[in-house]
T-cell receptor, first 113, second 113 residues
Framework: GAGVSQSPRYKVAKRGQDVALRCDPI?????LFWYQQALGQGPEFLTY????????KSGLPSDRFFAERPEGSVSTLKIQRTQQEDSAVYLC???????????FGDGTRLSIL | DAKTTQPNSMESNEEEPVHLPCNHS???????IHWYRQLPSQGPEYVIH???SNVNNRMASLAIAEDRKSSTLILHRATLRDAAVYYC??????????????FGTGTRLTIIP
């Protein structure tokens, strides 16, 4: 497809389980972003990659959150030992180059029971 | 990041123009004004951006005040598909690499048939 693809679309996990969320950016896009969106709020920045390099992870809420993009294309956001407060929609966005508009996927809705 | 202020919600009749305001009194000289919108159950979608001059594209127009302390997103003829949360975002054009977006809570636009 032409857009940013995220999988799974929905994920339910028990508290304490590890989860992995996948993002397939638009082919050739250099920049990749992860955002977290709580119910009724705007998205909040988590982390940023330029190709395979993670240049900013200042928004990751704790060391339980880890993101990677080993070959500069697909990215995975991993959350270890999930907590109820991790329940949110996780959005991935990519852009072709610096300062270009970001293209968002439709997100993964994560529910922690 | 400089802060923006938007009304929480607005209503408009279908097929009429809509003017969505945004105040950004602390904007700096290198900040671009970006607008994104988020339809229900979807990721945000880029709408338009500008620096000083008014801008037009196929989706909308952006009118920027002369002092740049406010702007207005104009939808020329609203349809039911324009019902969404609209976010006004300031983005520093530093070219430095990290172009994360800082979302507020946006304006929820309701279109009345």
């Amino acid at each position: 497809g032409a857009g940013v693809s995220q999988s799974p679309r929905y994920k339910v996990a028990k508290r304490g389980q590890d989860v992995a969320l996948r993002c397939d950016p638009i082919s050739g896009h250099v920049s990749l972003f992860w955002y977290q969106q709580a119910l009724g709020q705007g998205p909040e920045f988590l982390t940023y990659f330029q190709n395979e390099a993670q240049l900013d992870k200042s928004g990751l809420p704790s060391d339980r959150f880890f993101a990677e993009r080993p070959e500069g294309s697909v990215s995975t956001l991993k959350i270890q030992r999930t907590q109820q407060e991790d329940s949110a929609v996780y959005l991935c966005a990519s852009s072709s180059y610096r300062d270009q508009p970001q293209h968002f996927g439709d997100g993964t809705r994560l529910s922690i029971l | 990041d400089a802060k923006t202020t938007q009304p929480n919600s607005m209503e408009s009749n279908e097929e009429e123009p809509v003017h969505l305001p945004c105040n950004h009194s602390t904007i700096s000289g290198t900040d671009y004004i970006h607008w994104y919108r988020q339809l229900p159950s979807q990721g945000p979608e880029y709408v338009i951006h500008g620096l000083t001059s008014n801008v037009n594209n196929r989706m909308a127009s952006l009118a920027i005040a002369e002092d740049r302390k406010s702007s207005t997103l104009i939808l020329h003829r609203a349809t039911l598909r324009d019902a969404a949360v609209y976010y006004c975002i300031l983005r520093a054009q530093t070219g430095g690499g990290n172009e994360k977006l800082t979302f507020g809570t946006g304006t929820r636009l309701t279109i009345i048939p």
